[in-house]
């Protein structure tokens, strides 16, 4: 389990989502059942209200065991997205390394959010867009295999240019960003 940090100046503050691994399942955000991102504003009260809500939520079996583990801990946040960041990145065509960490880490978030229901199973076609495709193949080749490889060796100004159309990946990023927003529901803190 992990906790995310999610920044957007589409929401008044950060928000916190939980990221999760199952067994059979592969990687997911924890959800609704039905549809929506379970977030809340309050990440020392994470763990209580996803707890208080779990029958509404969609989890693997050892979601309900981490939240029992974590009671009385401080939670703390292991990624954080900065969705401005990225955007205003991607506007200017300024690609650092960073930019690229990040637009990676969103489009896998993204991927596994799209596997997390069946009704959000359609959006795995952005994931499919072969503006996000080249964009990932490059981050691979280019990026993650050779720092994974070389590590402290690594050095990012060997990398070539992403040889992709900007605009477009900015478009897709945007589409992206827009259907992940608009399906984040956040928890008022309940009554303790």
Known sequence: MWIIAYHSSAFPQPYYLV???????????????????????????????????LASLQYADNTARWLKQVEGLEPSVSNVYDMDYIANALRRKKLSLKVMDALSNFIDLFGDYANSLASTDHLQAFREHPVIEAFIAHYY????????????????????????????????????????????????????
């Open 141 to 192: 080749q280019y990026i993650f295999w050779p720092r994974l490889q070389r590590g402290e060796k690594f050095r990012d100004a060997e990398r070539p240019e992403l040889a992709v159309d900007h605009r477009a990946l900015l478009d897709v990023f945007r589409e992206m960003r827009g259907h992940f927003e608009a399906d984040i529901r956040v928890m008022t803190p309940m009554a303790h």
């Open 19 to 53: 990221w999760y691994t199952g067994n059979a399942t592969g990687d997911r955000l924890l959800m609704f059942r039905k549809a929506g991102i379970f977030a809340t504003a309050d990440l020392a009260n994470l763990p209580a209200e996803a707890e208080a809500r």
